[in-house]
Nanobody, 125 residues
């Protein structure tokens, strides 16, 4: 069982940066693949980024590639999402997700069993 708590959201102007954090409970965090997803009002949840349990593999949605960076610190049981060059269309509630072991489709929300409560990111134009 893993509990996830996101933080770091807020209001930022277009072109600005934010770093989201997702703190996980449990002693086996290092064995979990982690993902970030987002959901804007009136839209379906979409994949943002994912990282393998080892940190050796990362995956990004085309819409954020080159602007966002996912990383993890297994010693701190935390995964991060550094978001640069933010755009108004990045406005959404951001969720982190966890799944034990290897995730065959890291971009698919259905692959993850554990979810955080979300943190709001608002980018003003």
């Amino acid at each position: 069982q893993v509990q996830l708590v996101e933080s770091g959201g807020g209001l930022v102007q277009a072109g600005g940066s934010l770093r989201l954090s997702c703190a996980a409970s449990g002693r086996t965090f290092s064995s979990y693949a982690m993902g970030w997803f987002r959901q804007a009002p009136g839209k379906e949840r979409e994949f943002v980024a994912a990282i393998s349990w080892s940190g050796g593999s990362t995956y990004y949605a085309d819409s954020v590639k080159g602007r966002f960076t996912i990383s993890r610190d297994n010693a701190k049981n935390t995964v991060y999402l550094q978001m640069n060059s933010l755009k108004p269309e990045d406005t959404a509630v951001y969720y982190c997700a966890a799944e034990a072991g290897v995730v065959p489709k890291p971009y698919a929300g259905a692959e993850y069993d554990y979810w955080g409560q979300g943190t709001q990111v608002t980018v003003s134009s």
